[in-house]
């Protein structure tokens, strides 16, 4: 493509005017995909290298490198108004000061390079931070001791010339994944999550010392990560970040951290946006966030608790993916990369800078003493006096230079010209008062620290992690990893939204949907179920709500489809063709595909269904089979068990059930399910029941069976089995409640310091029951479901000498509630309780007293229980 354009230059260029030239003359041809070409590449790469993207060396955008210089320059330990930093930062960065102010704001919430004073914002809420004006900041001692070193330093000149500003800074810490990043440049984008200041050391010391690491993003807002698909931070990868949701009873739900790249107010509206669409179904929203989250949610009576927290994970921001894509800035240019590609670059060039310096310092450390030694000479062997009588200068320096002759195979170096001048300088005051054992003394630490130096020239990599542990032993205190890691079920949204819609069916026309209002009800349903519609012909098929939908003439059954639902079994008998035998069969329906018709007879047109039940939990009813009369047939009334049948597959053709003509069919009685109880499982790597098979079997459950829940605090509650259950993370125990059971527990009570042993049985109860002593720092030590265990204690202190003594549980102590205190296992100081093998005997009855404390043996001397050890 060309554009034409008119040259209006109306100057001469050899003495004629343009007026007179051709027409050819006025016009010249520029073709415009060349000028594109180089112009937007040339934008783009400005915008890649100057703007967006992070450089690998020091992990910073250039705003944020000349912040930090600029914060470098001005720091003298006291706090800078921003304002003032933003002025002074614009001697090096060409683009406005809101860039600079944002910029520098994102490096305070960060808390690691530099430290705030005043409004600076909230990375839980979201609100801003309070005007340049008004906050202060100045460089934190991490940045001071990390960041900069002016000698190792590679400098360019600023965009004006006037400044030096640095090409990279000498960073000596992988502060890229510290700190993460993210920008949007022209044709490519780059984000970087941040990850644990600690886990970050002890990765560098690991890839030192060869062996492998592993790395996840650590988030400061908090919260839940499932890092399954992380993919070390690349292309392609994805994590799943969620909020904590901790029940506080039936009413009440409470958020106490949120996930990464979200705030409180943004959490909120997306489940207010949710509740309005009436996919969950709660009260009110109380936002209680100060320095922690708090987030309350109260539900709607009669709402699952349990099914509301899948909900807002299914439905709202309080789970949501992140795609990361580490791009950085590699000899001027994007390069894609994993972030343990990233650790092993930072930890080899923390070693390089490290090496720079020690040898900077090497040869400093020998300048001084060459000059030391140099000074010491010139004093002690009273040089200067050979240049009393020279009258030249030229004459000073070959007279001192002549006096140093026996004396330069000592040094380290030549003796040059400006040493000797550097000596002619020293005044005649400090000549006087030289002390020649100072003088030797210096030298020698100057020889000291050289050797040192030297060495750690030589063992640079121990020398390298040595660097880091005292980094993380200066400043890793408080910088624990925030957000747990863990494995996330797929929760379903069909499964967990709330009916927000009614379902109408028009029997007649064939119509369903919510906008029948005027129509035959059928259920509740939501916006987003599937909906399973079965015809007398057999024909059945699924299909999306709507408002309205034409699914066919004579209806004959539709419900709300549960997808891979094989508890809900279809009990139907057909007649195969016009005048075909009639057919029985049982099924379930899974595995189909949307607005696809099935068929539940064999085909054979004519075909219809003649009895239909579907039956949520797999019962098998009896029916009662009425004949047409004819001639010569002498049943004309028998009954038929669908629990005699098997449950096949969908496409089964069935069982015969008769080939004479059938006047009607009814329901004689209802029965029982046929598929017994449901076998449950319990995944301990996302706290989840289960059906399929992973994780701990927790037994086969029927209605009315409870789960046991024991967590290591000494508390204990039923749930039921349903799949949508949570459970805490600090389970010790998960077992099918069996009434009756008896347990023995050993606990430390706080409040007496003593040990004591109890035994009881659980009472069922949905509220979480303390069964040892409710102060805090009251400990669990050992629960066991053996019917007669035996304890052995193991002495210590001033009493380790005793012998040790064996409890004999059933004897010890009876059977009695969980609210009872037990009985006191000892009084002298103990190093270690273990259990050992049992001996089977008959159980001697005891009375319950829940309030009666059992004596202990004698009483003797207690002393205190922090010097007690147990081991269990």
């Known amino acids: 493509m060309y554009m034409e354009e008119q040259n209006l230059d109306i100057t001469n260029t050899e003495g004629k005017d343009e007026t007179q030239q051709g027409p050819a003359a006025l016009h010249s041809v520029t073709a415009l995909s060349g000028m594109y070409k180089d112009w937007f590449l040339d934008y ?134 510290a700190q993460g990043g993210e920008g949007i440049a022209v044709g490519l984008a780059s984000k970087i999550l941040p990850h644990n200041f600690n886990e970050l050391i002890d990765a560098s010391i690991d890839y030192l010392m060869g062996k492998e690491f592993v790395l996840y993003p650590d988030f400061p807002t908090g919260g839940m990560v499932d890092v399954s698909k992380y993919n070390d ?173 026996p004396f330069k195979k000592l040094l380290y170096r030549e003796v040059t010209r400006d040493d000797i001048i550097a000596l002619t300088e020293i005044k005649i005051k400090r000549i006087s008062k030289f002390d020649a054992k100072k003088a030797d003394e210096h030298i020698k630490d100057i020889e000291t620290e050289l050797e040192e130096v030297k060495n750690h020239l030589l063992n640079i990599i121990p020398f390298a992690i040595n660097y880091f542990k005292q980094i993380k032993k200066k400043y890793g205190k408080g910088k624990e990893r925030k957000t747990e890691i863990r494995s996330f079920e797929t929760i379903e949204a069909t499964k967990v939204v709330a009916n927000n819609a009614k379902l109408y069916i ?28 079965i015809r007398k012909d057999g024909v059945y098929l699924i299909t999306k709500v709507a408002d309205k939908v034409f699914v066919g003439n004579d209806i004959l059954y539709a419900q709300v489809f549960l997808k891979n639902d094989e508890r809900t079994i279809y009990n139907i008998v057909y007649q195969d063709g016009k005048d075909g035998p009639l057919l029985a069969k049982r099924c379930s329906l899974s595995g189909l595909t949307r607005d696809k ?165 659980i009472e069922e109860s949905e509220k979480p029951q303390c069964f040892i002593n409710e102060d805090p720092e009251s400990k669990l030590l050992s629960i066991t479901e053996v019917e007669y265990p035996r304890f052995e204690i193991h002495f210590g202190g001033k009493h380790k000498t005793r012998d040790n003594e064996i409890i004999e549980v059933a004897e010890f102590i009876g059977v009695k509630s969980f609210k009872a205190k037990g009985r006191r296992m000892t009084n002298y100081m103990v190093e270690n309780i273990e259990e050992i093998e049992p001996i089977v005997k008959k159980e001697t009855v005891v009375p319950a007293d829940e309030n009666h404390e059992e004596e202990p043996p004698p009483p003797l001397i207690h002393e205190d229980p922090a010097q007690m050890k147990l081991e269990l």
């Not at 068990?641 to 329901?667: E, Y």
């Open 44 to 177: 783009a790469s400005y915008v890649i290298l100057e703007r967006a993207v992070p450089h690998l060396h020091d992990g910073l955008k250039p705003v944020q490198r000349r912040i930090l210089h600029s914060m470098k320059r001005m720091d003298d330990g006291r706090f800078n108004t921003v304002a003032n930093i933003i002025g002074h930062t614009m001697q090096f960065h060409p683009h406005g000061d809101a860039s600079i102010g944002d910029a520098l704001v994102q490096l305070g919430q960060k808390d690691l390079l530099v430290d705030t004073q005043g409004n600076w914002g909230n990375l839980l809420t979201g609100d801003g931070a309070a005007a340049p004006r008004y906050i202060e900041s100045r460089l934190s001692k991490f940045a001071l001791d990390v960041v900069f070193n002016h000698k190792t330093t590679e400098w360019k000149l600023s965009y004006d010339g006037r400044n030096k500003e640095p090409v990279t800074l000498p960073v000596k810490f992988p502060l890229l994944l």
């Open 233 to 405: 931070g690349q292309r392609g990868g994805v994590i799943k970040v969620r909020a904590k949701i901790e029940k506080v009873d039936k009413k009440e739900l409470v958020i106490t951290e949120i996930p990464f790249g979200k705030t409180t107010s943004t959490l909120i509206e997306s489940i207010i946006k949710a509740n309005e669409k009436g996919k969950i179904k709660i009260r009110k929203i109380d936002d209680n966030t100060s320095a922690n989250v708090e987030i309350v949610v109260h539900l709607v009576p009669g709402v699952s608790p349990d099914k509301t927290i899948d909900a807002l994970y299914a439905l709202t921001d309080c789970e949501y993916s992140i795609s990361p894509n580490t791009c950085v800035i590699v000899d001027d240019k994007p390069s894609f990369m994993g972030v343990s590609s990233i650790l092993k670059h930072s930890a080899d060039r923390t070693v390089q800078l490290l090496k720079s310096e020690l040898e900077i310092r090497r040869n400093e450390l020998m300048e001084e003493w060459h000059m030391s030694s140099l000074e010491k000479i010139f004093i002690e062997e009273r040089i200067y006096r050979d240049i009393e009588e020279v009258e030249t200068w030229e004459g000073v320096i070959t007279a001192i230079d002549k006096g140093l002759d």
């Open 506 to 533: 028009n029997y007649k026309e064939g119509f369903i949907g919510t906008g029948l209002k005027k129509d035959e009800f059928v259920c509740d349903c939501s916006d987003i179920d599937d909906i399973i519609v």
């Open 597 to 761: 018709e099935y068929n539940l007879t064999r085909g054979t047109p004519g075909s219809k269904i003649v009895y239909f039940s579907a039956n949520l939990n797999g019962e098998a009813e009896v029916i009662k089979v009425h004949h047409k009369p004819k001639a010569r047939l002498k049943k004309l009334v028998f009954e038929f068990d669908f629990g005699q049948m098997t449950i096949k597959g969908k496409s089964s053709m069935g069982n015969i059930l008769t080939k004479n003509a059938v006047h009607k069919i009814s329901l004689k009685e209802k029965g029982l399910s046929t598929l017994g109880g449901r076998k449950i499982w319990f995944d301990d790597s996302v706290f989840r029941l289960n059906v399929d098979g992973r994780g701990q079997y927790l037994g086969e459950f029927s209605s009315d069976d409870k789960i046991l829940v024991i967590t290591k605090n000494g508390f204990f509650r039923n749930a039921g089995f349903d799949l949508s259950n949570h459970f805490e993370d600090n389970i010790l125990i998960i077992e099918k409640f069996r009434p009756g059971r008896v347990y023995s527990v050993i606990y430390w009570d706080a409040e007496q310091k003593f040990y004591y042993l109890k035994r009881f049985t």
